[in-house]
Nanobody, 124 residues
Framework: QVQLVESGGGLVQAGGSLRLSCAHSGRNFSSLAMGWFRQAPGKEREWVATINWSGGRTYYTDAVKGRFTISRDDPKNTVYLQMNSLKLEDRAVYYC?????????????????WGQGTQLTVSS
């Protein structure tokens, strides 16, 4: 059973930066696209970013383009989300997920393993 464990969430002031990490326990990490989603209070889970299996392609929702960077370290079985210029509206629980085939990267049904989430709080 694959496990994904996020870390790095916390409280940060608007305009600040934070880096989330997600450790993947499986052997096939290097062959997987990995994504980040977030869910704010009272809202549906939304897609944030995805990195393909090789790390050569990255994809972002418009709300975070230019501010967030997704990356991966295959020897460490870890995917990261570097978040800069944080805004109040970035406050959410952030989840990493492992992509499976059949859906576009921005569709949650395209991910078959999920972490437990890590909270990001942005203060003014």
């Amino acid at each position: 059973q694959v496990q994904l464990v996020e870390s790095g969430g916390g409280l940060v002031q608007a305009g600040g930066s934070l880096r989330l990490s997600c450790a993947h326990s499986g052997r096939n990490f290097s062959s997987l696209a990995m994504g980040w989603f977030r869910q704010a209070p009272g809202k549906e889970r939304e897609w944030v970013a995805t990195i393909n299996w090789s790390g050569g392609r990255t994809y972002y929702t418009d709300a975070v383009k230019g501010r967030f960077t997704i990356s991966r370290d295959d020897p460490k079985n870890t995917v990261y989300l570097q978040m800069n210029s944080l805004k109040l509206e970035d406050r959410a629980v952030y989840y990493c997920a492992a992509h499976c085939s059949g859906y576009e990267f921005d569709h949650p049904d395209g991910y078959n393993y999920w972490g437990q989430g890590t909270q990001l709080t942005v203060s003014s």
